[in-house]
C-alpha cells in the first residue's frame, strides 16, 4: 500500500496541476494521495474548490483515493484553529498544519495551536518538537509528519524517537513539489528505517497508521 497524505500542485508552489499530480501518482501505483496547497484565510476557498473538483473527477475515473486537502501554512498560531474549521467548512476533508521545521521562520507555537485544534489532522515537518507536543499529539489522535522533503527531514530522527517514546502516531509523507518528489514503496522503507525506526514500526507507519485516517476520509 501507497499512501501520501502531503502534497503541493500549481494552486500554490507545485508545479503539476492537480489533476496531472494525481495522473503521476496513479502511474507511481499510489493507492491515496491528499492534495494539500499552501493557503489561508482568503486563499483556501477558491484552492479548495479546485482541488474537490480534480480530485472527484479523479476518484470516478481512476483507482486512486484522491483526498481534497489543505496545509495552513505560516498563520499566526491564534488563528489556526479557526482556519482549519474554515477549511472543513469549505470542503477539504484533511487539514495539515505546516509545523515548525527548522529551515523556515515558523511562528514559535504553531506546533501547539495545531495539536490543540480538533479541525487538524496532522502536524507537518514539526522539527524540534518537544515532548509535550508529542504527548499531546498522542491523546488527540493528531498524526506527527515524517518527511521526505529535503530540509524539512533533518529532524525525521527526532521526531520519530519523540513520537514512539509518547506514543504518538506516524505518516510518512513526501510533500511532493514536482513529479520527481512522489514516493516508491523502496523509497518510503528506507526514509523511515533512515529515521531510526525498525521493521516493525516501518510496517505500522506505512500500512497501519493510515487506515484509521483513510476510513474517516472515506465517510465524506
Ligand atoms: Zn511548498
Ligand atoms: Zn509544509
Not at 134 to 158: D, M
Request: with cysteine.
Amino acid at each position: 500500500m501507497l499512501c501520501d497524505f502531503h502534497t503541493h500542485t500549481s494552486l500554490s508552489d507545485g508545479v503539476l496541476s492537480p489533476i496531472e499530480l494525481i495522473r503521476r501518482a496513479v502511474v507511481n501505483s499510489y493507492d491515496a494521495i491528499a492534495l494539500t496547497d499552501h493557503a489561508g484565510p482568503g486563499t483556501m476557498e477558491r484552492i479548495i474548490r479546485e482541488t474537490v473538483t480534480a480530485c472527484a473527477l479523479a476518484r470516478s475515473h481512476w483507482n486512486i483515493l484522491a483526498i481534497p486537502g489543505i496545509e495552513l501554512t505560516h498563520l499566526p498560531p491564534q488563528s489556526i484553529d479557526d482556519a482549519a474549521r474554515q477549511a472543513k467548512e469549505a470542503g477539504a476533508w484533511l487539514v495539515i498544519v505546516h509545523g515548525e521545521t527548522i529551515v523556515e521562520p515558523v511562528e514559535k507555537g504553531t506546533n501547539l495551536a495545531a495539536l490543540h485544534s480538533s479541525h487538524v489532522d496532522i502536524l507537518a515537518h514539526p522539527g524540534l518538537l518537544t515532548l509535550e507536543e508529542a504527548q499531546q499529539a498522542a491523546s488527540r489522535g493528531i498524526f506527527l509528519e515524517i518527511s521526505a522533503r529535503h530540509g524539512h527531514c533533518l529532524t525525521n530522527g527526532h521526531v520519530a524517537a519523540l513520537a514512539q517514546k509518547a506514543g504518538a502516531q506516524l505518516l510518512l509523507n513526501s510533500d511532493t513539489h514536482s513529479e520527481s518528489d512522489l514516493l516508491t514503496t523502496s523509497l518510503a522503507n528506507a526514509i523511515i528505517k533512515g529515521s531510526g525506526l525498525d521493521a516493525a514500526a516501518c510496517h505500522q507507519v506505512r500500512h497501519v497508521n493510515p487506515q484509521p485516517l483513510i476510513q474517516k476520509l472515506h465517510s465524506h
